[in-house]
């Protein structure tokens, strides 16, 4: 196999396997065939074209009935997943605040948690609008809490995180707007929550199955609890053995590669605060979180039940 023909195959890959298995060799044949002598790399015409024309299958193909029918069951086990991962969340923060016997911090942490296990528990049992009407109270009850706390920060608070930077000839002051957008994108995992709960058609655990989606939400929380409990290093280990031991079965099935899809925006926003800075960033984040979760939700409730 020559160096081009290598690397037009891996281009090819764009393409669903199915579709690669009745006309790859045709396919390279024509490449092959209007390559020149000398050529040791595709065109950049051809990769474009390529790539183009696998996507574009790729994406009629998630848009298709058959398709749908995955997204809707994709949809209704996120929103299971999305309250159960802040629940897990606020588990962890919990145990390790309490093994450091720093219980002011630790029950607020379960405080914040708790909720979410109803919530999870409301959407398994088919109680829909009332999982919904817990996750939006929730939502509102951060947002009381951060706007309370944002009103009544000290203006030597204010002052010490006041900064003032120029780029280029754009004059970017920080201070309230840098305190006012942390605490914004804090609250944002709790809006994706609950806009998922929302959106989904219906909810609950269809392409796993209620005992095994059960017994990995189990061996996931007590890996959360003790890892929370051990050295960090083993500890962070511990959670993502578990994580990963739950995942990678899933990852195998269609519906579960859509879930995992789907929770993709939920976890930019929970890992984003260590480098999200400023309101516009916070802006352009919620705008393509929403618009992803507007698309799934299109495909989700399009789909015929099955």
Known sequence: MTALERRY???????????RARHEEEMLAVLLA???????????RDAFDLARG??????RRAASPGSRRHWRAAAGLAAVLTPF????????????YADRSAFDLALPALAYALPYGLVVLLAWLGRRWAAIACAWAMVALHAGERLTLLLSLPEEVVVIAEVTVVVGEVLVVSGWPLIAAGMLLSLLPACVCAAMLTLAPSHGPE???SRRLAAWAGGVLAACVVGALLPKVLGTVLVLAAFGTAAVPALRSSAGRRTAAILTPFLVVVVMPSWFTGLPGLTAVTVVTMAL?????WLARTAEPA
Not at 293 to 297: E, F, M, Q, W
């Open 9 to 19: 195959r891996r281009l090819l890959t764009w393409y669903p396997k199915d579709h």
């Open 54 to 59: 696998g996507l574009a299958i790729r994406a």
């Open 207 to 209: 392409p796993v199955g």
């Open 85 to 96: 991962l802040l629940f897990g969340a606020g588990l962890f923060r919990a145990a390790a």
């Open 293 to 297: 979760l507007g698309v799934t939700a």
């Open 34 to 44: 209007a390559s020149t002598p000398d050529q040791s790399s595709p065109a950049w």
